[in-house]
C-alpha cells in the first residue's frame, strides 16, 4: 500500500512550475493533433476542428493554475500607524476640488413625523 501511495503522489501537481510544464504538454499534443485535422479534414472543418484542439489547452491552462495557488505572503509585523483623517476646511473651501464640500445642515429641513418621539 506505501508503494502504491508513493507512486501516486508522482501525479500530483504541487506547484506552479509543474502546471505550467503540464500546460506546456497538452499544448504540444493539441498543437499536434490540431495538424492531424488539417491535413484530415481539408477546409473549414479542418480549420475548426484545430481551433477546438488548441482552445482546450486555455480551459484546461485555467484549470491547472487556479487548482495550484501561490503561497499567501505574511504580513510584516509591527505597529500600524491608523490614517490621519482631516476634516474639511468649511470656512475657506480651497478651489480646484473635485469633491463636494461639506455643508452644514439646515434647520427645518427635516419632517415633522421623523422628529416626533413619543
Not at 506552479?16 to 491535413?39: D, F, N, Q, S
Not at 477546409?43 to 485555467?62: E, N, Q, Y
Amino acid at each position: 500500500m506505501k508503494l502504491l501511495r508513493r507512486i501516486s503522489r508522482l501525479f500530483q501537481i504541487k506547484t506552479r512550475v509543474e502546471a505550467w510544464l503540464v500546460i506546456y504538454a497538452i499544448a504540444l499534443g493539441a498543437v499536434e493533433r490540431g495538424r492531424l485535422y488539417l491535413e484530415t479534414y481539408p477546409g473549414w472543418s479542418g480549420w475548426l476542428l484545430a481551433a477546438a484542439c488548441t482552445g482546450v489547452v486555455f480551459i484546461a491552462g485555467a484549470k491547472l493554475l487556479d487548482s495550484v495557488r501561490p503561497p499567501v505572503p505574511a504580513l510584516v509585523a509591527g505597529p500600524y500607524d491608523a490614517p490621519v483623517r482631516r476634516r474639511p476646511n468649511i470656512e475657506r473651501p480651497i478651489a480646484g476640488r473635485n469633491r463636494p464640500m461639506h455643508l452644514p445642515r439646515r434647520r427645518g429641513s427635516e419632517s415633522l413625523i421623523s422628529r416626533h418621539t413619543d
